[in-house]
T-cell receptor
Framework: QKEVEQNSGPLSVPEGAIASLNCTYSDRGSQSFFWYRQYSGKSPELIMSIYSNGDKEDGRFTAQLNKASQYVSLLIRDSQPSDSATYLCAVKDFGNEKLTFGTGTRLTIIP | NAGVMQNPRHLVRRRGQEARLRCSPMKGHSHVYWYRQLPEEGLKFMVYLQKENIIDESGMPKERFSAEFPKEGPSILRIQQVVRGDSAAYFC?????????????FGPGTRLTVL
């Protein structure tokens, strides 16, 4: 059974600080990794995708991938109250188009 | 609006009725995926379709659930003889024809309530 694990939180971070979200996955064949943001009652919104080891930056967001340790993380710099949401980690395997999601980490930015 | 479209946004059915959920992919996308999110649970893959083909239905319940993506028109997820346990948010996602990363973009979802 392929698993994607996330700390459910809630994770509370002061406004302006760095929020760090982590995700581990069980299948070494996993190829691509995604972070989605989901506000309460809304649909998931794609924030970042990453498939190579290392860091990928997009504005205030940085995704980090370490395939040897089987973890992927998302850093949010200069956290804003509008970043308060549930963050979903998703994993795609080679040759398989479906995404396997973690249960999400609830992030709260404290003004 | 070139985003993924789903309708209806909210659907109420009584036990035993049929539910039909529709999804139109983003412009230029030909791959459609259906996911279900039960209350307080994560998103679970149900089925992956391309035009006129079901590619992967490994997440579909064996009975009462079916999906199609006809040559013309939206993709449809059909749930026959609904039960209370079918109450959930059903999300459709779409992606462009095969890319190296396969980013999937989600529609607003259909929230199904079974009375």
């Amino acid at each position: 059974q392929k698993e994607v694990e996330q700390n459910s939180g809630p994770l509370s971070v002061p406004e302006g600080a760095i929020a760090s979200l982590n995700c581990t996955y069980s299948d070494r064949g996993s190829q691509s990794f995604f972070w989605y943001r989901q506000y309460s009652g809304k649909s998931p919104e794609l924030i970042m995708s990453i498939y190579s080891n290392g860091d990928k930056e997009d504005g205030r967001f940085t995704a980090q991938l370490n395939k040897a340790s089987q973890y992927v993380s998302l850093l949010i710099r200069d956290s804003q109250p509008s970043d308060s949401a549930t963050y979903l980690c998703a994993v795609k395997d080679f040759g398989n188009e479906k995404l396997t999601f973690g249960t999400g980490t609830r992030l709260t930015i404290i003004p | 609006n070139a985003g993924v479209m789903q309708n209806p946004r909210h659907l109420v059915r009584r036990r035993g009725q049929e539910a039909r959920l529709r999804c139109s992919p983003m412009k230029g996308h030909s791959h459609v995926y259906w996911y279900r999110q039960l209350p307080e649970e994560g998103l679970k893959f149900m089925v992956y379709l391309q035009k006129e083909n079901i590619i992967d239905e490994s997440g579909m319940p064996k009975e009462r659930f079916s999906a199609e993506f006809p040559k013309e028109g939206p993709s449809i997820l059909r749930i026959q003889q609904v039960v209370r346990g079918d109450s959930a948010a059903y999300f459709c996602a779409s992606s462009a024809p095969r890319t190296s990363v396969n980013e999937q973009f989600f529609g607003p979802g259909t929230r199904l309530t079974v009375l």
